[in-house]
T-cell receptor, first 114, second 112 residues
């Protein structure tokens, strides 16, 4: 069974640009969550999607948005990039929504903002 | 505010010894805790979880202990192996059923 895949793995952008990251969950998983991980920090929750609807959102500005498609694949968009957005962005999928369902993480997309 | 913290950023242990990684949480209402392992270049991987109605849970070579009185959580790894080298995170349910509060992580280094 294929794991969670994320594309691209690495990305370099400049301030003010926008970026779209993609996540393909494990087959059959309907929930996708996104996290931001910065050096020395734990994971910061961005949002969770289930059945194409955003179910929960963390404390991030509106520049961070996402969506989920009917095949459960998800995209995350960051507009007007800032230097502080440089981070590893992780996607996790699970069968159901909520953290009582085991989450399976992808390898992440490393975003560098110059 | 709510937080989940780890006592040591780095833990160095001899191969074959037992490792103990500690975690403190602040929300006394939390009833669910998870330990994750993140190897270099990979996403976190679930290790073991525990609910607040338990004080101990065992897995394969790992044991999680929960002390609700002092709001402390620990992960014990028996007979530490080179493959255990990773950053270990504890995560706490917090006030939400959908959002976990993550600690900053402890890097486990195995000495040969």
């Amino acid at each position: 069974k294929a794991g969670v895949t994320q594309t691209p793995r690495y990305l370099i952008k400049t301030r003010g640009q926008q970026v779209t990251l993609s996540c393909s969950p494990i087959s059959g998983h309907r929930s996708v969550s996104w996290y931001q991980q910065t050096p020395g920090q734990g994971l910061q929750f961005l949002f969770e999607y289930f059945s194409e609807t955003q179910r929960n959102k963390g404390n991030f500005p509106g520049r961070f948005s996402g969506r989920q498609f009917s095949n459960s694949r998800s995209e995350m968009n960051v507009s007007t990039l800032e230097l502080g957005d440089s981070a590893l962005y992780l996607c996790a999928s699970s069968l159901g929504q909520g953290h009582y369902n085991e989450q399976f993480f992808g390898p992440g997309t490393r975003l560098t903002v110059l | 505010g709510e937080s989940v913290g780890l006592h040591l950023p780095t833990l160095s242990v001899q191969e074959g010894d037992n490792s103990i990684i500690n975690c403190a949480y602040s929300n006394s209402a939390s009833d669910y805790f998870i330990w994750y392992k993140q190897e270099s270049g990979k996403g976190p991987q679930f290790i073991i979880d525990i609910r607040s109605n338990m004080d101990k849970r065992q897995g394969q070579r790992v044991t999680v202990l929960l002390n609700k009185t002092v709001k402390h959580l620990s992960l014990q790894i028996a007979a530490t192996q080179p493959g255990d080298s990773a950053v270990y995170f504890c995560a706490d349910q917090g006030d939400s059923n959908y959002q976990l509060i993550w600690g900053a992580g402890t890097k486990l280094i195995i000495k040969p």
